[in-house]
């Protein structure tokens, strides 16, 4: 095919062409069809700004000079509180029973009440004159027994001697082992005449309140931190690690009161005549008025070290363990040239923090519940230790020593009467024994389990956590700026 000798043939009048501008009413030259200055003109339109309150509302535009619409501005923020306090409620009984799994007391002797003491009644109904008469006795009766009288305290109460005694449990307290995990202990608060479905959300508006309060204190502390100490630094600079670590210890360390109280709400009974507490600010109250005030609230030995503690080392983990994992396995990837793989480090990197972080969360919840000063003792929904714990390692010695990890713990019932043989009694209690040893195991004898209790549930969550990132990374995968 050959080229056209001329351009004559491809020349297309402006007047026919596309235009995005109205056609004008009078004729103008073609010589002068320069659009005018005042004229309209079609432009690509920028994106919006971002919205920093959960992009709730799109027209709030505090860039504009005229002002701030306090009528969107009311809006989103109530959009946004609304929001943070679903999020929370939707989470919030799981967070109840891994707490409750956590300072709840299982002592390594919570086996089968004792048998009741039976002893024998040398008292007949007859006269003695009538016992001294052969002919009122009978040769072949045996004499009858009856438990013996428990023992009681001061105020007439039968002590109580093991957990798993019915008549003497507390109405408030639920039954110790009769969950093993997050979920069983969840249907078990439900189901259970002194708590109910509405205790699983026990403290949703202190921890709602925390939630917001961290999630706004820890950006301002960190950016305070990098324009104090490092002024100079590039946006696109990696900031050291110690300036993360520092803005999540400063704003737990800040908040530590709220997540003391946070507890204590939740463990407390759900019972109106047995709760401790009325409220958040009551508790509040209370803890300063009776344990110390704000000193001893921030700063008493065992709040402060296991706060300084807690909060430190969950950012050390989260964001020192991929890339220790990383060069352990011997690859060089990053989050910005290897997205996928660096997800899958993250993942191993938070279930192997874990291991490490839970056992201190742990130890930290079961020195929140302990009341310290002229403060009365909580009366908690699950069972806590009589004893308090003298600080973080006297409670993880104990913890490991003391208590037992076979969860739930199955009960036998005990054959009753006084007139079963020695070998029934025997087999009773060698079959007794067997269950002890097999079905608990190791277990039975040392309490790390207690330490782990809700690692199942933090291992779920990291992982739907990991996936819900990888389905969105891939929708976002094609989306981006593309070159014409």
Known sequence: MSAPTSLRDLYIDPSSAWAFLPSPTTAQPATSLEPSPSGPSYQWSTRPSHNSIFDLSPSLDLSEPSGVNVTNLFKALVASAVLQYSSTA??????VGKLLLQVQWVPRDAGEPEEPELVEDNDDAMSDSSNDDPYFTDPHATPTRHAAPRPTDDQGYVIRRSVLEEGTRPEFIIPVGSADGVWGMMKRIGRFRGEGYLALWKGLLTSCITEILSSTLQPLIHNFLQSLFFPSMSPFHQPPLLLPVASHLLTGFLLSPLDLIRTRLIVQSFISRYKTYLGPLDALSQILRDEGGLKGIYFHPH????????????????????????????VQISEEANPWAWGFVELGGSCLGLLVTLPFETIRRRLQVQVRGTAKPLKGCVELRPA????????FWHILTEERSDLPIRRTRKRRGSQSSVKGKERAASDLE??????????RHTGIGQLYRGLGMRLGASAIVFCLAFFSFGEEGDGGWAEI
Do not use: C, Q
């Not at 939707?90 to 967070?95: K, S």
């Open 434 to 443: 067997e269950k002890d040893t097999g079905e608990g195991g190791w277990l």
């Open 303 to 330: 709040l402060f070290l296991p706060t300084v503690i807690d909060n430190a080392l969950r950012p050390i983990v989260s964001l020192a363990f991929p890339s220790m994992l990383a060069k352990y396995l011997g």
């Open 388 to 395: 308090p714990y003298n600080g973080i390692v006297d409670a």
């Open 90 to 95: 939707i989470a919030m009984p799981w967070e």
